[in-house]
């Protein structure tokens, strides 16, 4: 083959040619690109706003009316028919699944009931149906803090609004009830007057500011998670008040975290079992989806969990948040060639080991408790049994953190594993000091180890009369909640807005 040039040198127009169409190549590639711009654009004003909505407008319908892809989309996370090898949309019964977790979670709530998630659509039926919230009869029954409302609903940001952030928190769970009753919704990410992305819880706001960094000034990529991360997050309640607080100001890693519960001696509660002051792991989604390689490229929550979708020519966010597995076409093959086959086992590989891991982790904590009251029954005293308490406290820490975030093993699987191995360590660590405890105090056989294979079991073992706190919990709900959404409707039918 001849060289370019030397075929330009003997014809020229040929060159010509070539520079032409070069020019129209680029002139339809912008035309393409400004298309997608102003489709983009249009996505977005693709119809009018028939009302004027204020920020503290808590129901989803109203702001469905001006939006109406958006609002039917969203309104999708009421469906639970998908089911993943892990996760899905189901309710599932995740102590029925792994009853080692009751053991793990004795003397506090989550020992009663404790589901997997479903849809944002549930958010408030579900926090009144657990009996985690148990059964108050009074606004001040109960022992539950109003903070446990703050991420369930927009009817939280118009609260705050009306009474100031530390006064939302304060007082009983129940003391609340009226007021909260519209599920997660626009509010909570959007500002009303430009739709764009909204922090609108405080606590967000704090952690970062904490850190030196305006959260405000990020970009619309950094957006996409941080709406997420308002409540996909590693939580807890501070000082006497309740005030809902992030514990990042050590870092966002588990180590770092752990740290910072350490420096003043936080603990949630104390275990039933093994008397070990604990720190219960909420959902640090946010914080473990930092450290996988898809957030190190770039992407952010929405990219998976709210991909865009076209209809009729014109592109909007898909509301539905859910598992990426039912949508795999719009979000990993927007980027990823393989099949969906492929992808989907990707995924599965992941949590598979991490499962695997995870398993031998409980297993070997549940041992550490038990043998620790097997130890405090023999006679051991505080100070034998503090540097036992220590590490049990940190290897449960560990293990929560790892599983308390349902998407973490395909999220940063890596991390994930690494943290599931620090929790065996201590585990191990903690059992070999207490059989010595045990054999100073003249026990050398092995601990009994109860029968613990189901939920009733374990909960049994634990204590715990079921039965009789679900008796309680329907009262509550015949009686009391349809008395909290009788008010919430005579409250919202007051609202008046502004036709346009
Ligand atoms: C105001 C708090 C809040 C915000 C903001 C929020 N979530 Fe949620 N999310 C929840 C709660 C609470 C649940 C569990 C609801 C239930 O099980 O009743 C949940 C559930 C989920 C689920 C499980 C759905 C299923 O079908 O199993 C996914 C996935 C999810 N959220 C992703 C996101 C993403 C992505 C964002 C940001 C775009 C986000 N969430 C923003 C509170 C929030
Ligand atoms: C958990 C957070 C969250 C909730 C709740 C939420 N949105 Fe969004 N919304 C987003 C994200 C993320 C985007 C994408 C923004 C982007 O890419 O710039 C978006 C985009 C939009 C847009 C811009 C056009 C588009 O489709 O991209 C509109 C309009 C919108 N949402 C309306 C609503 C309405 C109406 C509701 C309530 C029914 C709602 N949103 C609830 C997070 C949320
Ligand atoms: C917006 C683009 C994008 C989307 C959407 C996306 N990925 Fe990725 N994915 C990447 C990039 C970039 C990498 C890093 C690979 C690299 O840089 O070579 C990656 C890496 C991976 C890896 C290898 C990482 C590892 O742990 O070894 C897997 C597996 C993967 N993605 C699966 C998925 C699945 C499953 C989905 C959908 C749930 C998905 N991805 C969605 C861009 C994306
Ligand atoms: C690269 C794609 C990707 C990104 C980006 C991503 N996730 Fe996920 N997420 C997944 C996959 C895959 C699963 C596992 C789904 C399953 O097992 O069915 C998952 C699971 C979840 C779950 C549990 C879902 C359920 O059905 O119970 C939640 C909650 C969640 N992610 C929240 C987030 C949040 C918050 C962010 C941002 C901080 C985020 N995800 C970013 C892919 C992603």
Redesign the pocket.
């Known amino acids: 083959m001849k060289a370019i040039t030397l075929i330009i040198k003997e014809k020229p127009w040929i060159g010509w040619a070539l520079f032409f169409s070069t020019i129209l190549i680029v002139f339809l590639l912008g035309l393409l690109a400004s298309s997608v711009i102003e489709r983009r654009a249009e996505a977005v004003y693709a119809y009018k706003p028939s009302k004027e909505i204020s920020q503290t407008e808590p129901r989803n319908t109203i702001w469905g009316e001006n939006y109406p892809r958006e609002y039917e989309s969203y309104l999708k996370?009421a469906?639970?028919s998908?089911r993943s090898q892990y996760?899905?949309?189901?309710?599932i019964d995740a102590l029925e699944l792994d009853p080692k977790m009751v053991i793990l979670w004795a003397g506090y709530p989550f020992s009663k009931d404790y589901?997997?998630?479903?849809?944002?659509?549930?958010?408030?039926?579900?926090?009144r149906k657990t009996l985690r919230t148990e059964a108050p009869m009074t606004p001040e029954a109960g022992k539950l803090p109003n903070t446990c409302w703050?991420?369930?609903?927009?009817d939280?940001p118009r609260m705050m609004n009306k009474t100031g952030i530390a006064d939302f928190y304060k007082g009983n769970w129940a003391s609340k009830g009226a007021e909260i009753a519209n599920?997660?919704g626009c509010a909570?990410?959007h500002d009303a007057k430009t739709m764009n992305l909204r922090i609108?819880?405080p606590a967000l706001i704090e952690a970062f500011e904490r850190q030196g960094i305006d959260v405000k000034k990020s970009s619309q990529q950094e957006m996409?998670?941080l709406?997420?991360?308002?409540?996909?997050v590693e939580y807890y309640f501070q000082g006497e008040d309740k005030y809902l607080t992030f514990p990042w100001d050590k870092g966002m890693n588990v180590d770092s975290i752990e740290k910072y519960y350490d420096s003043y001696e936080f603990s949630d509660w104390k275990h039933a079992l093994s008397r070990t002051p604990m720190i219960k792991a909420q959902h640090p989604?946010f914080e473990v989806f930092k450290m996988g390689i898809h957030a190190q490229r770039g992407l952010a929550?929405?990219d998976?969990?709210?991909p865009y979708r076209s209809e009729g020519g014109v592109k909007f966010t898909d509301h539905h948040?859910?598992?990426p597995l039912n949508n795999i076409a719009n979000t990993c093959q927007i980027c990823h060639r393989e099949s969906e086959e492929t992808l989907k086992n990707n995924v599965y590989e992941r949590q598979r080991k991490v499962h695997q891991t995870k398993d031998k982790a409980e297993e070997l904590l549940v041992k550490a408790h038990i043998e620790a009251k097997a130890a405090w029954d023999a006679g051991a005293s505080e100070n034998e049994m503090k540097p036992v308490l220590i590490l049990i406290r940190h290897a449960q820490w560990r293990w929560d953190f790892s599983v308390a975030g349902?998407?973490n093993a395909f999220h940063a699987p890596i991390e994930i594993l690494r943290i599931l191995g620090t929790s065996i360590d201590l585990s191990q660590e903690a059992r070999i000091l207490t059989s010595r405890i045990l054999a100073s105090h003249g026990i050398n056989k092995p601990v009994d180890y109860p029968d613990i294979s189901t939920k009733s079991k374990a909960q049994k073992f634990i204590g715990l009369d079921i039965e009789n706190l679900k008796k309680e919990k329907q009262v509550f709900l015949n009686k009391i909640v349809p008395e909290w959404i009788q008010k919430a409707k005579e409250r919202e039918a007051k609202y008046n807005f502004k036709t346009l």
């Open positions: 996370t469906d639970t998908f996760n899905g949309n189901a309710l589901n997997q998630p479903r849809g944002h659509y549930y958010a408030i039926d579900d926090i703050a991420c369930k609903s927009p939280v599920f997660i909570d990410c609108s819880r996409r998670s709406v997420c991360a308002q409540c996909h989604d929550c929405a998976c969990h709210m948040i859910q598992s349902h998407g």
